[in-house]
C-alpha cells in the first residue's frame, strides 16, 4: 500500500527525499541563526540580535512552508533532528561570514532540487521552489550588503556600534512591509 500511496503522489518521489533534505536544512540554518542571536545579545550588540532573531523565525518559516507542501500533497514530511550548532563566535564579522556560507548553501541545495525537479519532470514541485530562488537571492544579498560595511569600517569600538545601528536599516531595507 505504501508503495501506491507514493507513485500517486504529486511530487517525484527522488524529489520528495531532497525536499526532506531541506527541511533538515532549513531547521539547521534557523538554530544556527539563533545562536548567532543569543552571541549579538550577549555582546550587547542588540541591533544584529535582533536581526538574526528575525533571521533565525524566516528560516523556520521557509522550514514550515516546504513540509506543508511535502503534505499537502500527500508526501510524508519528516520534523528534523538539529545538532552540531556553532554557539563560538569571535567577532560579528565572522558571524555574517558564517550567515553569508550558510545562505549560499542553502541557495546551492534549493538549486539542485530544482534540477532534479527538471529531470524527473516535476512541475509541481519546481513551480513551488521558484520563491525559494527568488528569496534567497534577497538573503544573500543581505549578508553581503552587511559584510561590505567591515569592508569600509573599522570594527573597533566606535566602529562596531555603528556597524550594528547600520544592521536594522539594512533590514528595514530589505525587509519593506
Known amino acids: 500500500m505504501k ?11 527522488d524529489v520528495l527525499d531532497l525536499l526532506n533534505k531541506q527541511i533538515k536544512q532549513e531547521a539547521q540554518s534557523s538554530a544556527a541563526y539563533l545562536a548567532m542571536a543569543s552571541w549579538c545579545d550577549h555582546n550587547g550588540l542588540v541591533y544584529s540580535a535582533e536581526f538574526f532573531y528575525e533571521q ?13 507542501f511535502i503534505n499537502d500533497n ?18 560579528l564579522e565572522e558571524i ?30 519546481e513551480n513551488f521552489l521558484q520563491w525559494y530562488v527568488n528569496e534567497q537571492m534577497e538573503e544573500e544579498q543581505t549578508m553581503r550588503r552587511a559584510l561590505e560595511l567591515f569592508d569600509l569600517i573599522n570594527t573597533e569600538n566606535v566602529g ?13 531595507e530589505s525587509n519593506p512591509e
Open 160 to 172: 562596531l556600534r555603528f556597524l550594528d545601528e547600520r544592521i536594522k536599516e539594512i533590514r528595514e
Open 3 to 13: 508503495d501506491l500511496v507514493r507513485q500517486n503522489l504529486l511530487i517525484n518521489v
Open 56 to 68: 533565525s523565525k524566516e528560516e523556520r518559516d521557509h522550514m514550515m512552508k516546504i513540509f506543508h
Open 96 to 125: 555574517f561570514e558564517t550567515a553569508l556560507d550558510q545562505e549560499i548553501a542553502i541557495t546551492k541545495s534549493i538549486h539542485n532540487i530544482i534540477y532534479e525537479c527538471r529531470n524527473k519532470r516535476d512541475l509541481t514541485t
Open 74 to 91: 500527500g508526501g510524508t514530511a519528516y520534523s528534523p533532528e538539529v545538532t552540531n550548532i556553532n554557539h563560538d563566535f569571535t567577532s
